[in-house]
């Protein structure tokens, strides 16, 4: 059970990563990147987040970019949330599977 102090980082964490994406992705036509969720671990050194990306067939090549150069997103993310954490957690990215999982949803209801 999550307390309402990881509840609260994973948010700001989820709401800062949506914004710095965003910036970046608008310099990548074509591609639509967003953190679907962010779970931040007890001792709050570790964060998952869960990105969604538009087209699907580009997803597992968009997560390997962001685990490849999380480094230089984690300080991104640090220059951001300076003010309001102390420590910047560590980052893990995931492909969120929601979308595809619709869409079979979605193909299997048409039959």
């Known amino acids: 059970m999550e307390s309402t102090r990881q509840n609260k980082i994973a948010r700001l964490i989820q709401k800062e ?16 990147l967003s953190v679907s969720e962010c779970r931040v671990s007890p001792d709050l ?16 090549e968009i997560v390997n970019n962001l685990t490849a150069n999380v480094r230089t997103i984690r300080y991104d993310l640090g220059q951001r949330l300076r003010h309001q954490l102390r420590i910047i957690p560590e980052l893990r990215f995931f492909k969120d599977g929601t979308l595809d999982y619709m869409q079979h949803i979605d193909e299997l209801l048409k039959k």
């Open 17 to 32: 990563l949506s914004n710095l994406f965003l910036d970046e992705t608008r310099k990548t036509h074509g591609v639509i």
């Open 45 to 60: 050194s570790y964060c998952t987040a869960y990105i969604s990306v538009f087209p699907s067939e580009r997803a597992d």
